[in-house]
DNA sequence: GTCTGCGAGGTTTTT
DNA sequence: CCTCGCAGAC
């Protein structure tokens, strides 16, 4: 349809600004509600957006609606996520929208970098330095650890750990040393407050924070000073606020402040989708939402444009089944779709390999998208993966773990970054003690303690102490030597780096040529060695794409993680929370079993609360497929290595029969007979409904294709090559033979015995391994 | 200051 | 069962 055209003579130009403006098509393809997320922009506001009805779109179509109409500039948007994979999603997709405008949106970021951003300013307001420096767990353990020495706390007793999920716990809620409750006061014999109360001077001293006190005193800062409270509340003149669901008390805090009386708020989240809780995300903020705002707008947003119908059906039936909820309901218009399949399996092993051939089926059958990229295994806890690994990795099926040790996490990651960090500033004391002894120069605990008290007593840094040390003979002569050779090396680097005679890149080459690093993991015969040396390089990378070490250090500290962006056709396998946000053709929900999901720890801990969360997780799995879904259960299952049999989930209780087929393997259901015959009286909750509803012949409709012949067939024609190996037994590797490995690469055999082999790999050294996983180079 | 052996513990995890 | 961390022995 031709759009009728207004001519102005006047103001020509102004109308054909209108008419571009509306043509802008981040108005044009959305749907009623969402336009008036995106148009209710005054007042406050509450998005409740199910899964996959488009929230990213609506909070973006929303920031472009509110720069086009010109209610404010760009730098006075204010948009927070949670995750920097969620901004960087937000900043891209509203460059789609608009082009050139994110350079001059400062504020779109999450809640910890925005926050960074804040204290770095105001810094002094709350006693720390601007260059503070920000801890992570590792660095709070250390801390923490070094204080129950000197107060004597038995470690045993209560572990590092525990002190600082506390005190998590504490800052996830605002609570400052003083303001712990009488009750709590008593925690571990009292020594939980007075661990808390001297880690916080701890942190200051060091002029470190937390995590948890980037929110914090940036909260600190906006209560008490009025003036800069005021600087950003008017700054701000609009605030968006992605998954909501996820706040904690602190966040919560920090936005409240932030919005003032303005009130132009929009909080965007699903109550649905809270699943974060147990690490302090309270529910009640996005149920309470009215009452902290009795003038809020609430805007559900319900169209799901992901899903096939039986798919969100039963996803909506499983998740009414809460009691705490605001109520949405999810719908769609895609086709009916396959129905969710349900199988059980006699154990996790036959699982895995059910599935993973269910996923070779998909890749050869289904004409729709299902490649290996579009297929997912969501799994409950990550113990659960493995099995899936070992089965992939011998049928020789790619995949990916998401949600692994994080790149920067890592140890020689972390060393490294912190010698970078010395040398940018040497006042990072834990950084400067993170390399004393890196490599091993002789300077063991003792030497250290040393150093603190003689840094203690003169008020000074470490570094700054350890290069008076000498003048105060407080070291024997050889660990004195080389600590001299460390601190002659870090001023020469600091040289390097002040004078900017050479590039941070080949600057961080040589800090870590000359101070052995490098040399120390090549000497290093063990065989994750040549895998951290492997990391280095990748973190020199890493460099390349920031201007200077400031911008790289400034960075890494909140980002924690490295975006493998591979391009190889791979099945990801992840655990259930890795999984939200992300959507998948193909989803496969195995371990529905009762105590591993819903997991037995969140039921004794936390009840109904934590059986509700659960359900969620459940609905979080359920609503990532687009097309097909299939959940499993074993009859036993291995957990530490012991068989424990199991109960189907309660969640199946949830499922209604006409959007679940059940899916017979051999002896169907047959896996838990015995558990039938069991009286189910003495406890409701345990009736599952299972044998009235599933074991019903579902009644199947014609279109539909029939996955449990196809999966036969394909088992009868289609065993692979390397599945022939297998079953045949026929591995017949010799000693020095060239093999290859889908997780290690290619290497050498070196000593074979049975079913073991000792493998020189290339690249990640010597490892034992299982010759069924190995493959010669004919076989690929 | 570094190596080895024993014992405990082994959901979910971002910043 | 397997991994990690600590304590005691060199």
């Given at each position: 349809?031709?759009?009728?055209i207004?001519?102005?003579?006047k ?8 008419l571009?403006?509306?043509?802008r ?7 009623d ?26 909070l973006?179509s929303?920031?472009?609606y ?24 937000m ?6 929208n ?6 001059g949106?400062?504020w779109i970021?999450?809640?910890h ?27 709070q ?18 572990s ?19 303001k712990?409750?009488e ?16 880690y ?19 909260v ?11 600087e ?14 996820d ?21 965007v989240?699903?109550?649905?989708q ?15 939402f ?12 319900e ?21 705490s ?9 895609i086709s009916?779709?396959?129905k969710v399949k349900?199988?059980s ?28 990229n579009?297929?997912a295994?969501?799994?409950r ?8 690994e070992d ?19 890592r ?13 940018v ?7 400067f ?7 091993k ?5 003792k ?7 003689l840094?203690r ?12 040390s000498?003048n ?8 004195q ?9 870090v ?7 002040v ?19 490098t040399?120390?993991?090549k ?14 390089k990748?973190l ?29 056709d ?5 655990t ?13 929900l ?18 109904k ?36 049999s ?6 199946f209780?949830?499922?209604l029969?006409?959007?679940t087929e ?15 015959n069991?009286?189910?009286n ?6 599952y ?8 012949k ?8 029939d ?8 088992q ?6 390397v599945e ?17 490995h889908q997780?290690?690469?290619?290497g ?25 996983y ?7």
């Amino acid at each position: 349809m031709k759009k009728p055209i207004k001519y102005d003579n006047k103001n020509n130009q102004v109308v054909s600004d209108l008419l571009e403006k509306r043509q802008r098509n981040y108005m044009l393809d959305l749907n009623d509600q969402q336009i008036k997320a995106v148009k209710s922009v005054f007042g406050p506001l509450l998005v409740l957006a199910g899964a996959g009805t488009g929230k990213t779109k609506a909070l973006t179509s929303r920031i472009a609606y509110i720069l086009d109409e010109n209610f404010a500039f760009p730098n006075q948007i204010l948009a927070v996520t949670f995750t920097n994979k969620a901004a960087k999603e937000m900043k891209n997709r509203i460059a789609l929208n608009i082009k050139n405008v994110v350079e001059g949106m400062p504020w779109i970021g999450t809640f910890h970098s925005l926050s960074v951003k804040i204290l770095r300013k105001y810094s002094e307001y709350v006693g720390i330095k601007n260059n503070f420096s920000i801890l992570d767990t590792e660095d709070q353990i250390r801390i923490i650890k070094q204080i129950l020495k000197i107060e004597n706390i038995d470690e045993k007793r209560y572990s590092p750990r525990s002190f600082l999920s506390l005190i998590d716990r504490w800052k996830n809620k605002a609570i400052t040393p003083e303001k712990v409750s009488e009750e709590e006061k008593e925690f571990m014999e009292g020594n939980a407050t007075k661990v808390f109360s001297i880690y916080q001077n701890r942190l200051k001293n060091l002029n470190a924070v937390d995590f948890g006190d980037l929110l914090l005193h940036v909260v600190e800062i906006l209560r008490n000073n009025n003036e800069i409270l005021k600087e950003y509340q008017n700054k701000f003149k609009f605030i968006l606020v992605d998954e909501y669901q996820d706040t904690n008390v602190a966040q919560y805090l920090w936005l409240r402040l932030l919005c003032g009386d303005k009130k132009n708020i929009c909080c965007v989240g699903d109550d649905d989708q809270s699943i974060y809780g147990w690490r302090g995300a309270e529910v009640g903020n996005i149920l309470r939402f009215e009452k902290d705002f009795p003038d809020a707008k609430i805007i559900k947003l319900e169209q799901n444009y992901r899903s096939t119908f039986h798919i969100i059906e039963t996803a909506s039936n499983l998740i009414a089944s809460n009691k705490s909820r605001l109520g949405k309901k999810l719908w769609t218009s895609i086709s009916e779709g396959e129905k969710v399949k349900v199988i059980s399996h006699w154990d996790g092993n036959e699982e895995a390999i059910w599935i993973a051939e269910a996923v070779k089926n998909f890749v050869q059958y289904d004409d729709e998208n299902c490649s290996l990229n579009n297929q997912a295994i969501l799994v409950r806890a990550s113990f659960q993966m493995r099995a899936f690994e070992d089965r992939f990795l011998s049928m020789g099926i790619p995949y990916r773990v998401i949600g692994g040790p994080r790149f920067y996490e890592r140890q020689e990651v972390k060393d490294a970054i912190s010698y970078l960090k010395v040398v940018v500033s040497s006042e990072n004391d834990i950084a400067f003690e993170r390399i004393i002894n890196k490599p091993k120069r002789g300077i063991g605990e003792k030497a250290l303690q040393k150093l603190y008290s003689l840094s203690r007593k003169k008020g000074l840094n470490l570094y700054s102490s350890a290069k008076l040390s000498s003048n105060e003979r407080l070291l024997n002569t050889k660990s004195q030597e080389s600590l001299q050779r460390l601190i002659d090396s870090v001023e020469r680097w600091k040289k390097i780096y002040v004078e900017n005679s050479k590039n941070h890149i080949e600057l961080a080459q040589i800090i870590l040529d000359e101070s052995g690093y490098t040399s120390m993991w090549k000497n290093d015969l063990s065989p994750d060695s040549p895998g951290r040396l492997e990391n280095l390089k990748e973190l020199i990378k890493a460099l390349e794409e920031f201007q200077n070490l400031d911008d790289f250090l400034e960075h890494i500290s909140l980002i924690l993680d490295n975006e493998q962006s591979e391009e190889n056709d791979k099945i990801s396998i992840m655990t259930l929370h890795a999984a939200k946000g992300l959507e998948f053709n193909c989803v496969f929900l195995p371990g529905w079993e009762d105590g591993l999901f819903p997991s037995q720890r969140s039921m004794d801990e936390l009840g109904k609360i934590g059986l509700e969360e659960e359900r969620r997780l459940a609905y979080v799995g359920i609503t990532r497929a687009k097309k097909n879904c299939l959940i499993s259960f074993v009859s036993n299952r291995r957990i530490y290595n012991q068989w424990q049999s199991c109960y189907p989930s309660r969640f199946f209780d949830d499922l209604l029969q006409e959007h679940t087929e059940v899916l017979t393997q051999t002896d169907p259901m047959n896996n838990f007979k015995d558990y039938r015959n069991l009286d189910s009286n003495n406890d409701k909750d345990l009736s599952y409904k299972f044998e009235n509803k599933n074991l019903k012949k579902s009644t199947t409709q014609k279109e539909l294709p029939d996955f449990k012949n196809r999966h036969k067939e394909w088992q009868n024609d289609n065993i692979t090559k390397v599945e022939k190996y297998i079953l045949n037994e026929i591995k017949n590797f010799k000693k020095g033979e060239k093999i290859f490995h889908q997780k290690f690469g290619y290497g050498f055999i070196l000593e074979i015995e049975g079913e073991n082999a000792l493998i020189d790999f290339k690249k990640a050294g010597q490892k034992k391994v299982k010759t069924n996983y190995l493959f010669n180079e004919n076989e690929i």
